[in-house]
T-cell receptor, first 113, second 112 residues
Framework: DAGVTQSPTHLIKTRGQHVTLRCSPISGHKSVSWYQQVLGQGPQFIFQYYEKEERGRGNFPDRFSARQFPNYSSELNVNALLLGDSALYLC????????????FGSGTRLTVV | QKEVEQDPGPLSVPEGAIVSLNCTYSNSAFQYFMWYRQYSRKGPELLMYTYSSGNKEDGRFTAQVDKSSKYISLFIRDSQPSDSATYLC????????????FGSGTRLQVQP
């Protein structure tokens, strides 16, 4: 079975640009979460979506947004990129109502120059 | 002060040693406690999770939770070079904003 898949794997963007990251959850998982992991730190929660609705939001500016599609895949969008947005962006999928045991993808490494 | 504190290491041990990894936390609402392993340039991989206090064993891995002290541990017996990775503790509430709160990770190196 395919795990959580993320695309692209690597991305280089210029300050001020916009980026879209994509995630497909494990088959049968209807909930998708996004995390940002800065080098040397643990992942930080950005969003959780279930059935196309936002279920939770972390402490990130409005430049960060996300959505979930009917097939449960998801996109994370970041506008007006800053150097500090350089990080590994992780997507995790889970069953509904499950607050533990999330399965993570390998992430998208974003570099902002 | 961070909600979850974890010693960043690095921790270097010889093959076959018993490894102890620890986290402390401040949020009394945390009920689920997880340990993830992360290899370089990969996403975190779930090793174990426990609910509330107690111990849980899975092969060479044992997780312990002491809610009274707000302290969790992961023990690795008979450590192998393949165990070399960063270990992240993570915690979550029941319900709530459905987010995992991670420690900063401990880098472990097992020397052959």
């Amino acid at each position: 079975d395919a795990g959580v898949t993320q695309s692209p794997t690597h991305l280089i963007k210029t300050r001020g640009q916009h980026v879209t990251l994509r995630c497909s959850p494990i088959s049968g998982h209807k909930s998708v979460s996004w995390y940002q992991q800065v080098l040397g730190q643990g992942p930080q929660f950005i969003f959780q979506y279930y059935e196309k609705e936002e279920r939770g939001r972390g402490n990130f500016p409005d430049r960060f947004s996300a959505r979930q599609f009917p097939n449960y895949s998801s996109e994370l969008n970041v506008n007006a990129l800053l150097l500090g947005d350089s990080a590994l962006y992780l997507c995790a999928s889970s069953l509904e109502g499950q607050n533990y045991g999330y399965t993570f993808g390998s992430g998208t490494r974003l570099t902002v120059v | 002060q961070k909600e979850v504190e974890q010693d960043p290491g690095p921790l270097s041990v010889p093959e076959g040693a018993i490894v102890s990894l620890n986290c402390t936390y401040s949020n009394s609402a945390f009920q689920y406690f997880m340990w993830y392993r992360q290899y370089s340039r990969k996403g975190p991989e779930l090793l174990m999770y426990t609910y509330s206090s107690g111990n849980k064993e899975d092969g060479r891995f044992t997780a312990q939770v002491d809610k009274s002290s707000k302290y969790i541990s992961l023990f690795i017996r008979d450590s192998q070079p393949s165990d070399s990775a960063t270990y992240l503790c993570a915690m979550s509430e029941v319900g709530g904003r459905r987010a995992l709160t991670f420690g900063s990770g401990t880098r472990l190196q097992v020397q052959p």
